[in-house]
């Protein structure tokens, strides 16, 4: 089992940037893929970028690529989401989530954190 915390969200102008982590516990963290999603209020939980256990394969949402970076950090089982350039249709609550591999559908994975507010003012 693994517990995800999320932190490093926060208020920001449009165009600038926010770092995300998000701590995992347990000795398992590098066996899973992990993934980042976010939902804006009245909308569906939406894909925004995915890592593979080893960091290896990444993959984004289209409406985040060229401005987010995922990456990981294996030795502090943690995962990060670098965001830049944010718009404020970025605004949304943030969570991470584990899984065996890492796919694009919200659904797929067991285990998620409690989520972080990024909002992005115009």
């Known amino acids: 089992q693994v517990q995800l915390v999320e932190s490093g969200g926060g208020l920001v102008q449009a165009g600038g940037s926010l770092r995300l982590s998000c701590a995992a516990s347990g000795r398992t963290f590098s066996s899973y893929a992990m993934g980042w999603f976010r939902q804006a209020p009245g909308k569906e939980r939406e894909f925004v970028a995915a890592i593979s256990w080893s960091g290896g394969n990444t993959y984004y949402a289209d409406s985040v690529k060229g401005r987010f970076t995922i990456s990981r950090d294996n030795a502090k089982n943690t995962v990060y989401l670098q965001m830049n350039s944010l718009k404020p249709e970025d605004t949304a609550v943030y969570y991470c989530?584990?899984?065996?591999?890492?796919?694009?559908?919200?659904?797929?994975?067991?285990?998620w954190g409690q989520g972080t507010q990024v909002t992005v003012s115009s």
């Open positions: 989530a584990a899984d065996s591999r890492p796919t694009g559908s919200w659904w797929d994975y067991d285990y």
